[in-house]
């Protein structure tokens, strides 16, 4: 229990460090082959068109293009659909891929919407000697790119859907060079990155990855800043009741706490808010039937550590996820980094009553008692977040939010949405 209360006591540390640095607007993306686009302070126009360099103008053209993957019908844009916040376009807990798009993944697909030109490198800083490790001035994990943080540039996070057997699956970079100087863009492609480009394949692939990041970071529909609270931000509309109740159950810190990692204020340059700290928690959400990889009772998604990221060794991150941007939360169909949830409202539930109510959530084990956590190994539950409101409450308690509270924040997160229709509604 004690290493629990460290836990949580160094990551409320690293999230006031990362709101001291989101406030300023100083946590910019691990952009790489190139400085990344500072984020938009003001809505952009749904009128404006993009001016791209010659380099993302052909990332643009490689993001939405089938052709290259294995089955020839796959794009980036296929999971990543600029019509839901280039987030999933349906509900599957997690999307189809492969050879023959029948091969499942194993986590739901995040939106890439807000974060990529702001996400910070990935860091765990700690103090050298076990002693300092375990007093309250360790740092929790934030940063990088993916549920699990592993990526800490755009070029390198583009580079596992291409080769991932539940994705694009390409069998190697020469499989899907092949497939580009068949492009009908392989030209243009020689006349910015040179001539001779396809005869340096390792130069080539970097070149490619270097353009579908140089698209994502200079698109503005990455960053639109087209939601009504934007607009209330700015003064131009005024949220109604319903919605400013909800923000107030979202703000408070002895409810629903969730601006205390979903960031909700205005950086001191004006920037307007991400909703996300880019820290890590783990909630114990319960295990998702289905995904099929949760088929076999031995495997367990653990993020920080495994099993995709092998490269983190401290137990006490097992099960951590990222805590990602609520923005357009109120579009998407599938909650959680294991797509376990399909409603806003759903979601919303599962956070306040997962310990007033848990026999609502959890099955039951063979000897009739709740198995609370269930999608962690019983050896790593005590990693579970039992320390933040609301998350400290017991069964049978009264959850810290009503059906209604549910309904006003949801009415809240809504307000995300990026498209709303100013002129028709703008305050007069």
């Known amino acids: 229990m004690l290493s629990s209360v460290i836990r949580f006591t160094a990551r409320a540390s690293a999230r006031r460090i990362a709101l001291a640095a989101l406030m300023g607007g100083a946590l910019l993306g691990g952009a790489g082959a190139a400085p990344a686009v500072a984020s938009n302070a003001t809505p952009t126009s749904a009128d404006a068109k993009p001016v ?12 939405f293009d089938p052709a290259l993957s294995a089955s020839g019908k796959m794009s980036c844009a296929s999971c990543h659909s600029p019509e839901h916040a280039y987030g999933p376009p349906n509900g599957l807990a997690a ?32 103090a050298a000697s076990l002693s300092e490790r375990l007093s309250e001035t360790d740092n929790a994990p934030v940063g990088g790119f993916g549920w699990d943080g592993r990526f800490n540039y755009l070029h390198d996070q583009a580079n596992f859907p291409l080769f991932n057997p539940n994705e694009m699956a390409n069998k190697d970079p020469a499989a899907l060079l092949a497939k580009m100087q068949r492009a009908p863009y392989a030209a243009r492609f020689k006349e910015v990155f040179g001539q001779n480009i396809f005869a340096d394949p390792t130069k080539a692939f970097t070149q490619a990855m270097y353009a579908i990041e140089r698209f994502e970071l200079e698109d503005p529909s990455f960053h639109p800043y087209t939601s009504k609270f934007d607009y209330y931000l700015d003064g131009k509309v005024q949220l109604t009741a319903q919605e ?6 979202f703000d408070d810190p002895a409810g629903g706490n969730c601006a205390s990692c979903h960031i909700d204020q205005s950086g001191v340059n004006g920037a307007h808010p ?49 805590s990602v941007s609520l923005r357009n939360t109120a579009t998407r169909h599938v909650f959680f980094h294991n797509g376990r949830f399909h ?3 759903e979601a919303l539930r599962f956070y306040v009553q997962r310990d007033t109510n848990p ?8 000897h009739g008692k709740v198995d609370k956590f269930n999608d962690l190994p019983v050896a790593l539950r005590v990693n579970v977040d039992t320390t933040d ?3 400290t409450r017991k069964t049978g308690e009264r959850p810290v939010w009503s059906e209604r509270d549910i309904d006003d924040v949801a009415a809240f997160l809504a307000t995300l949405s990026d498209g709303y229709d100013l002129k028709s509604k703008a305050v007069k």
């Open 244 to 249: 400013f109740r909800g923000k107030k159950l």
């Open 359 to 366: 026999d609502k959530w959890y099955p039951r084990d063979a």
């Open 389 to 391: 409101e609301p998350l």
């Open 52 to 63: 791209y360099s010659d380099a993302a103008a052909l990332g643009k053209l490689m993001f």
């Open 95 to 126: 999307q189809l891929g492969g050879t023959d798009l029948h091969q499942q993944g194993t986590r739901a697909v995040p939106s890439l919407r807000y974060v990529l030109n702001r996400t910070p490198i990935w860091t765990h800083a700690q």
């Open 274 to 322: 991400l909703f996300t700290d880019f820290n890590f928690q783990a909630l114990g959400v319960p295990r998702n039937a289905e995904l099929k990889v949760n088929a076999d009772p031995k495997y367990f998604d653990m993020g920080l550590c495994g099993p995709l990221r092998t490269d983190q060794s401290d137990k006490l991150n097992c099960g951590l996820f990222k």
């Open 343 to 345: 409603t806003l409202k």
